[in-house]
């Protein structure tokens, strides 16, 4: 069964930090390009970071940039997202998704697998 699942979502006050996990079975995450998304209430879903081959700088968005950072263990099959400085726009629902390797845009059109999403909620 091909899926993707995140975690490490939750409620965090502003300035703080988690780690969200994408987990992928199924499919192996080294030969695809991965990226991390997120949609707040009310809004489109967004790019946060991509990562279109494993051995390319990952793309961030401005929003984000100094404070997230994307890594990976492809040994275990696993991404991750490293949310430092969080702000309340940071509140989302964020998504991982694939797309075929060496996509260029981080585009959500460009992914075509997507997980369930994992809730992230900055408030004091």
């Known amino acids: 069964q091909v899926q993707l699942v995140e975690s490490g979502g939750g409620l965090v006050q502003p300035g703080g930090s988690l780690r969200l996990s994408c987990v992928a079975s199924?499919?192996?995450?080294?030969?695809?390009?991965v990226g991390w998304f997120r949609q707040a209430p009310g809004k489109e879903r967004e790019a946060v970071s991509c990562?279109?081959?494993?051995?390319?700088?990952?793309y961030y968005a401005d929003s984000v940039k100094g404070r997230f950072t994307f890594s990976g263990n492809y040994l275990r099959n696993t991404v991750y997202l490293q949310m430092n400085g969080l702000k309340p726009e940071d509140t989302a629902v964020y998504y991982c998704?694939?797309?075929?390797?060496?996509?260029?845009?981080?585009?959500?059109?460009?992914?075509?697998?997507w997980g369930q999403g994992t809730q992230v909620t900055v408030s004091s």
């Open positions: 998704a694939t797309g075929s390797l060496g996509t260029p845009y981080c585009r959500d059109r460009n992914y075509n697998r």
């Open positions: 199924g499919l192996t995450l080294a030969n695809l390009a």
């Open positions: 990562l279109s081959r494993r051995d390319y700088i990952p």
